[in-house]
């Protein structure tokens, strides 16, 4: 079965500091991975995806991530926060070998960026 | 952009009456799903759909819930009877195809709350 992980239920930074939100994954093949933004009483927005190549993902609104087979984490990045930025975020994972592509979600991680 | 619609928004019902829910997929997508979200966690598939046909129902309570898309475009999901437990934001979201590769677009959600 496949599972993720979002070890910290909040995380607090100041604006213009570097941001990380950290995610594990547990799958039985490769992976296929996202991160997904939740603003309140929305639905959620794509931010960026890992299938294959690069370990390093590029997305929207300056946010990245880091895709680490040996330790099995995709943990999202900022170079510099915005307030904006302040929201609830999602790791999913998807099992490669499974053609339906069931998606299972962390519990999400609330981002908050102060001024 | 094209979005996924959703509605109602909100639904507030007393335990034991019946509810349903509907979802306008993106144009041309085939794949849709509905997910159930808890407040505190992650979305968790009930149901999903390649075209008209359902691939995965493991999840969806079948005693209490259904879930149809007849001609392969809009979708509907029933809850009868509605439950205490079953208050939560309920998503419907769309991707092109379905493979594993393929971002899921989100709904605005529907929040249920049953008295």
């Known amino acids: 079965a496949q599972s993720v992980a979002q070890p910290e239920d909040q995380v607090n930074v100041a604006e213009g500091n570097p941001l990380t939100v950290k995610c594990t994954y547990s799958?039985?093949?490769?992976?296929?991975l996202f991160w997904y933004v939740q603003y309140p009483n929305r639905g959620l927005q794509f931010l960026l995806k890992?299938?294959?190549?690069?370990?390093l993902v590029k997305g929207s609104y300056g946010f990245e991530a880091e895709f680490n087979k040996s330790q099995t984490s995709f943990h999202l990045k900022k170079p510099s926060a915005l307030v904006s930025d302040s929201a609830l975020y999602f790791c999913?994972?998807?099992?490669?070998?499974?053609?339906?592509?069931?998606?299972?979600f962390g519990d999400g991680t609330t981002l908050t960026v102060k001024p | 952009e094209a979005e996924v619609a959703q509605s109602p928004r909100y639904k507030i019902t007393e335990k034991s009456q019946a509810v349903a829910f509907w979802c306008d997929p993106i144009s041309g997508h085939a794949t849709l799903y509905w997910y159930r979200q808890i407040l505190g966690q992650g979305p968790e598939l009930l149901v999903q759909?390649?075209?008209?046909?359902?691939?995965?129902d493991s999840q969806l309570p079948k005693d209490r819930f259904s879930a149809e898309r007849l001609k392969g475009v809009d979708s509907t999901l029933k809850i009868q009877p509605a439950e205490l437990g079953d208050s939560a934001m309920y998503l419907c979201a769309s991707s092109p195809q379905g493979p594993s590769t393929d971002t899921q677009y989100f709904g605005p959600g529907t929040r249920l709350t049953v008295l």
């Open positions: 999913a994972v998807r099992d490669i070998n499974t053609n339906a592509g069931k998606s299972t």
């Open positions: 799958v039985s093949g490769n992976p296929y």
């Open positions: 759909f390649q075209d008209e046909s359902v691939v995965d």
């Open positions: 890992y299938i294959t190549g690069d370990n």
